[in-house]
């Protein structure tokens, strides 16, 4: 599988915003469902959200209502639009490919992007 580069993180103040990028290449990508995942220091990796290639969506808990997950087929890149964060929101953030929107992570893992959130 084609790889995938995060970008996009940074540090940002409690209730700020970001937009995270994931940038993929390959002729699969139009057709692949996507998922963010992040990992907290000391913490297992865990969802975020996911969008199919159809656009259908699913949001973990902690994610809902404040982040947004979007795709640009044509531009090979999907987003995380993250809204009102918290400290708690502090992690690595990951993307990668996956079987359907509720199913595990199939793809490779990338380098990910650092999100800091300072209270």
């Known amino acids: 599988q084609a790889p995938l580069v995060e970008s996009g993180g940074g540090l940002v103040q409690a209730g700020g915003s970001l937009r995270l990028s994931c940038a993929g290449s390959?002729?699969?990508?139009?057709?692949?469902?996507m998922v963010w995942y992040r990992q907290a220091p000391g913490k297992q990796r865990e969802l975020v959200a996911a969008i199919s290639s159809g656009g259908s969506t699913n949001y973990a808990d902690s994610s809902k209502g404040r982040f947004t997950i979007s795709r640009d087929s044509a531009k090979k890149t999907m987003y995380l639009q993250m809204n009102s964060l918290k400290p708690e929101d502090t992690a690595v953030y990951y993307c990668?490919?996956?079987?359907?929107?509720?199913?595990?992570?199939?793809?490779?893992w990338g380098q990910g992007t650092q999100v800091i959130v300072s209270s």
């Open positions: 390959g002729s699969t990508f139009s057709i692949d469902a």
């Open positions: 990668t490919r996956v079987l359907t929107i509720r199913g595990p992570p199939s793809g490779a």
